[in-house]
């Protein structure tokens, strides 16, 4: 008798992971990473609004 299965076998899945209850200290972590995302992103929108730094460009040496 021949089996019918042929070719790469289904990885079997794997059993759903409880969530872990968050302590205090991951909460914080948490809050801690938001605010500094929030900061980060502040500081970009301020930043692109001034423009460009300098502004001078390539700068040429006097030699010619």
């Known amino acids: 008798m021949s089996s019918r299965q042929g070719g790469k076998l289904k990885p079997l899945k794997a059993p759903k992971k409880a969530k ?5 200290e991951d909460a914080a972590f948490k809050a801690q990473k938001k605010a500094e995302a929030e900061a980060l992103k502040a500081a970009r929108e301020k930043a692109l609004g001034k423009g460009p730094m300098g502004g001078s460009g ?4 006097g030699k010619k």
């Open 20 to 24: 872990a209850d968050e302590t205090e």
């Open 58 to 61: 390539i700068k040429k040496s």
